[in-house]
């Protein structure tokens, strides 16, 4: 999350957390040293925003729950963090791996990676820029 979304960003956050639906959210701060690397440098480009925000929901609740919940927050927000994410698909993929670090780190899987052993969260969903599910990459 930049600091230009902040002003509406708190009151979604509020929302998703004692709406409903009820996410468990944790707010990580970004910056310093994460911020000191040019986007381009590691497959995490998200280098610009101030704070990691993360919203959990547990069984019972569905995925259409959590979506519920992260909807006014949703259009705030930008980037994703692989290891955060619950439901991979080609929309994820483009959050994590935005526009040329994608293009990237889908030429070193496919070079380093072709039976998806290593990104095996990318490759278990229909939607994904590999393929169907459990199909080695070409």
Do not use: K
């Amino acid at each position: 999350m930049e600091g230009t979304a902040c002003p509406g960003a708190a009151a979604a956050i509020m929302e998703a957390a004692t709406g409903p639906q009820q996410a468990l959210i944790q707010m990580r701060s970004m910056g310093g040293a994460v911020n000191d690397m040019p986007a381009d440098a590691t497959s995490f480009p998200h280098r610009r925003q101030h704070t990691l925000v993360i919203a959990s929901m547990f069984p019972p609740r569905s995925g259409a729950a959590l979506d519920a919940a992260w909807q006014p927050l949703a259009e705030r927000v930008d980037g994703a963090y692989t290891g955060f994410e619950s439901r991979p698909d080609g929309s994820a993929f483009a959050r994590v791996y935005p526009g040329r670090t994608g293009d990237r780190v889908t030429r070193l899987w496919r070079r380093y990676d072709p039976d998806g052993i290593f990104h095996a969260l990318w490759t278990r969903c229909a939607a994904s820029p590999f393929g169907s599910p459990g199909t080695p990459m070409a």
